[in-house]
């Protein structure tokens, strides 16, 4: 009681987003994925599979619930923070699960609804079972719950993204990192969002970027096929980066799932939707129809995965070849 602890949160799951949170005490965040940031307090974190969190928390002399809900609300784990053995605090009842708003889907509807065009209806078989994404009760969606999120990018698709894999396009996909996603928004609590992390010191690499490469989070929900810019891995080829160059990777994401992304080798350095430096990260989770940037300092010479931290999504394509040469 009255000490300062530190919790570290790995997410070591295969398929789940948990939501954790410690009822009655704040959390101070102070490291993502073994990097030093900024302190910032809050109430909640949605953690993606692979990513890390470490903590600070000040309890009293009482035992603490530490409460992480899956994302799509259908089952928790739970521990006890406590000073003495035996002790146990309540255990919260899960929040419900709330559908994807129309910007989920779609992304910022200021830039117009043509990327429902190519929306194949059969592709919406089995979304209010989806394992994650917290789509039940799609006909009963509040449009007024739309997230909308600023930037009205403009985006384009490949050749290879049209095709029986591929059930959607999004054009003009979201730029916020100030969204803490489905069935967070609005909660009451203090969640923990991308735009909060700022590592300490700045960017390992003062250089801006060489170049930049572009590549869409693709899938179809009614197949359950996922891929890169519409090919999965045993399609594709390898993706090559120069060694020693500095490079921006522009992420869109056209699924209505959200994807933890992990590039073996070399961090990626999130970018805030003006271009300036946010916090470097080891995974990075892409909402639904989100656009996100980061910088990657090319110093490992060798052959890298690149992939989806989902188990299912990664073994079904979503996964290329990085080559440093």
């Keep these: 009681p009255g000490e300062k602890v530190r919790l570290r949160f790995i997410n070591s799951g295969a398929m789940t987003f948990f939501d954790v949170r410690i009822p009655g005490l704040k959390m101070t965040v102070v490291q993502t994925d073994g990097q030093d940031v900024e302190p ?5 974190i949605r953690i993606g599979v692979a990513e890390i969190f470490d903590v600070i928390v000040s309890p009293k002399d009482e035992a603490y619930t530490i409460f992480a809900q899956s994302m799509d609300r259908t089952g928790f784990s739970r521990g006890t923070l406590a000073p003495r053995a035996g002790m146990t605090a309540p255990v919260p009842v899960p929040d419900k ?41 799609m006909a009963g ?30 054009d003009t996909p979201r730029t916020n990192l100030d969204d803490p996603g489905i069935g967070l928004r609005n909660n009451g609590r203090r969640v923990l969002t991308y735009a909060d992390l700022h590592t300490i010191g700045g960017p390992m690499d003062p250089r801006g970027a060489e170049r930049e490469i572009e590549l869409h989070l693709t899938g179809n929900m009614g197949r359950y096929t996922w891929s890169l810019d519409g090919l999965e891995f045993g399609k594709s080829t390898p993706v090559h980066f120069r060694y020693g160059e500095r490079l921006r990777v522009v992420f869109v994401n056209d699924t209505m799932m959200t994807h933890p992304m992990h ?31 980061f910088l990657v300092t090319v110093d490992a010479l060798g ?23």
């Design 40 to 44: 910032v307090t809050v109430d909640e």
């Design 97 to 137: 699960a709330e559908p994807l708003s129309m910007g989920d889907m779609m992304g910022d509807m200021g830039g117009g609804m043509s990327g429902m065009a190519g929306m194949d209806d059969g592709g919406m078989g089995g979304m209010a079972g989806m394992d994650h994404g917290g789509m039940t009760g």
């Design 141 to 170: 969606m509040n449009h007024g719950g739309m997230a909308m999120g600023g930037g009205n990018v403009r985006v384009r698709h490949a050749k290879t993204e049209y095709g029986p894999s591929v059930d959607m396009h999004v």
């Design 263 to 293: 590039l073996h080798g070399m961090w990626s350095e999130l970018e805030s939707p003006d271009g300036r430096f946010q916090v470097r990260k080891n995974v990075i989770s892409v909402q639904p129809a989100q656009r996100i940037t």
């Design 303 to 325: 052959r890298w995965a690149w992939h989806c931290h989902l188990l299912l999504h990664m073994d079904a394509g979503m996964f290329r070849e990085v080559v440093v040469a």
